[in-house]
């Protein structure tokens, strides 16, 4: 940081924090320094006007509460997690114990002996399209987690799907920023409800594991605001989190932990966020990021050196700025605690009902698996005596997704096991595809496996079948993209060994993300499975006998090819000394152009090209179908779509109708606007209503820091996907500028 810069935010500290400082030192006077009353900004000032600088800095630095990891002792009061902050006992200020988090209490590696129920991945709780399920699904891993003694969750991964081979996409909800920012702000506001801190992350452009410590991700202001940041933003909102998360990689120029403009002036100072941020852990680099907004140094061990531990005290009692910095972030820490009722509600250890988290993550794999294609195979029927099962380790389980996320039960996973070119093991969840097919069966049929690693084996099992079920897995991973989007191990040879075995072939896909599918027309039917969980097996079995009626709809782009992506070679760092997945924050930085699609990412990128996807945005089949009729839009500031919705078909089911704007005010162009969860029984009709965020109609405008959007003619059309316009309609708004 310059001296001028450095002097130049003292002034504004002058002007601003100090005042702050002030009135809000007053109001914890006139307090009286009573801490147990008032609102939790209220609270917070008259708690850190009593503490000394020491305890200060104290909470603002955590260890990372891995022993194996750290060769160091666990603190006193901390649990194997990803992270523990001492509390201060003489104010009564509870200690900080926080887990990983979205798909459950995670694992580390079974350290603490003990387990948790593993939610489907968060690519299938966006194919639910359902803040219901999103809602559920995060009340009960909060639940469990306090059950636990944690107390913060390191959820709401929020970041867009730019990258489809992006080792995390698995992790988050997708490519569109009104569909990911919802689900995210109902799973936040679900966790801070059940009164722990929930976080947002990775904040912001984090869209690649590959060089995620020195990547610059390149993006115009205004692109930002219209895609990424508006996630965030609608999750921020929504959700109401204690904390962000900010992202290893940089962000035109600085590290998105050094970014004053990402933390200083568009989180807290635009949108008034008054929680606090925390690193990702390992990306600190200097005390001084304290004044570029950094609140909280997360899992210190993982940097050089433990900046604010070390360092902090003795350059704050030199430096005005930075102590006025550091008391506000003391505030704000202590803000998020009081309003997520962390002192009022601490958690309590008990044992957890296992039974009960199976059957929500039961319900919420079945919600989110996509059928993709039936050309009357499915369902299947219950009399079927010869099935042969094939591939993906369906005897022993389901595929899940490596790194911090991993979660496991009590007893571990099924069979772990590390490829050569990884970091983190492999693990299957005991929840065997083959067992539940098994059960749905009469007791006299043959269900035969084969483990799918030989072509031809494979083919005569399946030849001497009535049907055929193929499991095709992705492992996807923290810390690793894919190197493509083809099926690993030689497994599209053989789905089509099998296809041109058996002409009833169905093959479940137990993916990460998009993968490309050679054999898709030699096949009558395909499932996405993805990362189903804890009781995935049962909840893939639901679909395939009909128990449960598909109803999950595409978060994300099915490419039909690597070169219809905005960059088909994937960018990584000159630097010879790479290693995999380039994670040494030593290497030779470079950059990644979002420019290129700016704010189009996915679906919006190829209606903007004109490319045709394998499967669009928002695609899904059913075993019943649902018409749309009757559209009625109107305009003034926003648009307010309302249609019918039928279930012609003579099952029941749910449907996922979207509302696209393809025209604003004469601009081209695909934008959801929104969409609505209705469960109808055969023949039902039911009439809904989706109001749109007007902030989508509108472009970001930087001379007014907000939402413009021009006067004119809407047109906007419904449909069962973002590539199809069942019926089409228009309204005109008024010119505004939303923030």
């Avoid at 019918?644 to 696209?660: F, I, L």
Wanted: a negative charge; aromatic letters at 6%; proline letters at 6%.
């Amino acid at each position: 940081m310059t001296r001028g810069r450095s002097a130049r935010f003292e002034r504004r500290l002058d002007l601003v924090d100090i005042a702050k400082i002030v009135a809000l030192t007053l109001v914890a006077v006139a307090a009286d320094a009573q801490t147990d009353a008032g609102s939790p900004d209220e609270r917070a000032a008259a708690l850190e006007a009593r503490m000394t600088d020491a305890e200060r800095v104290q909470l603002l630095h955590s260890t990372f509460a891995r022993p194996d990891r750290t060769g160091k002792p666990l603190p006193d009061g901390a649990i194997v997690s990803a992270s523990f902050t001492a509390g201060v006992p003489r104010l009564g200020v509870p200690a900080l114990r926080e887990t990983d988090a979205s798909l459950g209490v995670a694992w580390v590696n079974g350290l603490r002996h003990d387990g948790a129920t593993a939610l489907p991945s968060s690519l299938s709780l966006a194919s639910t399209w359902d803040r219901d399920v999103a809602r559920r699904g995060s009340a009960l891993i909060a639940k469990e987690a306090r059950a636990k003694g944690f107390n913060v969750l390191l959820a709401g991964g929020v970041n867009l799907a730019r990258e489809p081979r992006n080792g995390r996409n698995f992790e988050y909800l997708g490519e569109d920023p009104l569909l990911a920012g919802t689900l995210a702000g109902e799973t936040v506001r679900a966790i801070q409800a059940a009164h722990m801190i929930s976080t947002v992350k990775h904040f912001a452009l984090n869209a690649q594991e590959t060089g995620r410590h020195i990547v610059n991700s390149r993006l115009s202001d205004a692109a930002a605001h219209d895609s990424d940041l508006l996630a965030f933003k609608i999750a921020i909102e929504v959700g109401q989190p204690g904390a962000v998360m900010c992202a290893y990689n940089r962000y035109n120029g600085p590290h998105a932990c050094q970014s004053r403009y990402l933390l200083d002036d568009v989180l807290k100072g635009e949108w008034h966020f008054p929680g606090f941020v925390m690193s990702d852990w390992g990306a600190v680099r200097d005390v001084r990021d304290m004044l570029a907004g950094l609140d909280r140094q997360s899992g210190e061990e993982l940097d050089d050196k433990p900046y604010f531990a070390d360092d902090l005290l003795a350059l704050a009692e030199k430096d005005r700025a930075l102590h006025a910095r550091m008391r506000d972030a003391v505030r704000r820490m202590l803000r998020s605690m009081f309003a997520a009722g962390l002192f009022d509600d601490p958690p309590t250890i008990e044992p957890l009902d296992v039974a009960a988290g199976d059957a929500v993550a039961r319900d919420a794999a079945a919600a989110g698996i996509v059928l993709l294609k039936n050309d009357g195979v499915l369902p299947l029927l219950r009399s079927a005596q010869r099935v042969a099962v094939i591939g993906g380790f369906a005897h022993l389980g389901v595929m899940s997704g490596g790194g911090s996320s991993q979660v496991e039960p009590a007893a571990g996973p099924a069979i772990t096991f590390r490829p050569a070119e990884a970091r983190r093991n492999v693990e299957i969840q005991p929840s065997s595809p083959l067992a539940a097919i098994k059960a749905r069966l009469s007791a006299d049929a043959r269900v035969r496996f084969n483990d799918g690693y030989s072509p031809a084996g494979a083919a005569a099992l399946a030849a001497d079948a009535d049907v055929a079920i193929v499991f095709a897995t992705q492992w996807m991973s923290e810390g690793v993209d894919a190197a493509d989007l083809s099926l690993p191990q030689g497994q599209d040879a053989v789905i089509a060994a099998v296809a041109a075995a058996n002409p009833r072939t169905v093959v479940v896909l137990e993916t990460g993300g998009p993968v490309l599918m050679p054999w898709l027309k030699d096949v009558p039917a395909v499932l996405e499975a993805w990362y189903p969980g804890s009781s995935g097996g049962e909840a893939i079995a639901d679909v395939l006998f009909g128990d449960a009626n598909p109803a999950g709809r595409l978060p994300i782009t099915f490419p039909a090819s690597l070169a219809q992506l905005p960059r088909p070679k994937l960018d990584d760092t000159p630097d010879p000394s790479r290693d995999v997945g380039s994670q040494s924050h030593a290497l030779q930085g470079f950059d990644v152009s979002y420019d290129v699609e700016g704010a189009d990412v996915g679906y919006r990128w190829f209606a903007r090209t004109g490319a045709t996807p394998l499967f669009p945005f928002g695609y899904g089949l059913s075993f019943t179908r649902f018409a749309y009729s009757n559209l009625e839009v109107t305009g003034g500031d926003t648009l307010r779509i309302r249609f019918s919705v039928t279930n012609e078909g003579d099952r029941a089911g749910k449907d996922v109708p979207q509302v696209y704007v393809v025209g604003r005010a004469g601009t081209k162009g695909l934008r959801l606007v929104g969409w609505s969860n209705v469960a109808l029984a055969p023949g039902e009709t039911r009439r809904v209503e989706v109001v749109a965020d007007p902030r989508v109609l509108g472009d970001w405008s930087m001379q007014k820091r907000g939402w413009q959007l021009r006067e004119g003619d809407y047109v906007v059309q419904v449909g069962h996907a973002s590539d199809r316009a069942d019926l089409s309609g228009h309204a005109a708004l008024k010119a505004s500028v939303v923030r």
